[in-house]
């Protein structure tokens, strides 16, 4: 079966395949496509039942998992999600937020059959940022899940920060807003790239509180221009734990 094993091989086919050289329109494009594509149902994204659990928490209520896109089925076979032979079976069907908060009301004035040997069809419903289950589930009761993982995105932003040096100089201050300066004496300046976010650990001296501090440029080895936007204004002095922030938008993942 063909596959294109990452992002960046994925950019690089499109660009053979249509004869483009700009990368970053083909990267807004895949992105515009996956959005359309979030609520695709392929087979591919169900989840494994057996190997996919849910945990009840406070209240019988449990967290929708973060990768949710649609719900297929959830039950519950036995004990922490492993099969026995005396169940219980409870097999839950999706009713909507109002019926499942409503007859959650008056859940507790009705007898809950207990160690039947048959499998017994529940309720389940979205309550917030919740799912909520009939008959009742103890707080840690466990429950396969079965439903659809949203479409995971090849360009969703990842932010990286690596210290590249533990000490550094802020130097003289320009401008009135934004402010542009440099910042010396670093062990090294390899790391950084022009539009990449700097931080800085204040000492006698302070990039900015608030603002946004960006690399305009590699003066030398050890030095780099900085431009800060918004926050407070930069203080000249020293400086520690010279940080890039960067951010990459491809991500490794096999997306074919």
């Known amino acids: 079966m063909f596959?294109?094993?990452?992002?960046?091989?994925?950019?690089?086919?499109?660009?053979d395949f249509t004869g483009s050289t700009n990368s970053?329109?083909?990267?807004?494009?895949?992105?515009l496509a996956e959005l359309a594509m979030r609520n695709i149902e392929l087979p591919a994204l169900r989840t494994d039942p057996y190997s996919t659990f849910g945990t009840v928490g406070p209240g019988q209520l449990m967290p929708i998992p973060s990768d949710?896109?649609?719900?297929?089925?959830?039950?519950?076979?036995?004990?922490?999600?492993?099969?026995n032979d005396t169940g219980p079976w409870i097999v839950y069907d999706r009713i909507g937020d109002r019926d499942i908060i409503t007859q959650g009301l008056?859940?507790?004035?009705?007898?809950?059959?207990?160690?039947?040997?048959?499998?017994?069809?529940?309720?389940?419903?979205?309550?917030g940022s919740n799912y909520q289950f009939l008959?009742?589930?103890?707080?840690?009761?466990?429950?396969?899940?079965?439903?659809?993982?949203?479409?995971?995105?090849?360009?969703?932003?990842?932010?990286?920060?690596?210290?590249i040096s533990t000490t550094g100089t802020i130097g003289a201050i320009a401008g009135a807003g934004p402010w542009t300066c440099q910042i010396s004496g670093m062990t090294t300046s390899v790391g950084f790239t022009a539009g990449d976010t700097v931080t800085a650990t204040a000492g006698t001296g302070s990039l900015t509180t608030g603002g946004v501090a960006t690399v305009t440029g590699i003066a030398n080895s050890t030095t780099i221009n900085v431009t800060v936007t918004g926050g407070t204004t930069p203080v000249a002095g020293t400086v520690t734990a010279v940080t890039d922030v960067a951010a990459t938008t491809v991500q490794t993942n096999q997306v074919l």
């Open 24 to 31: 970053d329109e083909i990267k807004q494009c895949i992105f």
């Open 135 to 163: 008959p009742y589930l103890a707080e840690g009761a466990v429950l396969n899940m079965y439903y659809y993982r949203a479409w995971d995105l090849l360009f969703t932003p990842a932010i990286t920060t690596t210290v």
């Open 3 to 15: 596959a294109i094993p990452t992002g960046d091989d994925l950019v690089s086919y499109l660009e």
């Open 68 to 83: 949710m896109n649609k719900p297929i089925l959830f039950f519950q076979q036995g004990t922490n999600g492993n099969y």
């Open 106 to 127: 008056i859940a507790q004035l009705y007898l809950t059959p207990v160690n039947v040997p048959a499998v017994i069809r529940g309720k389940f419903g979205e309550v």
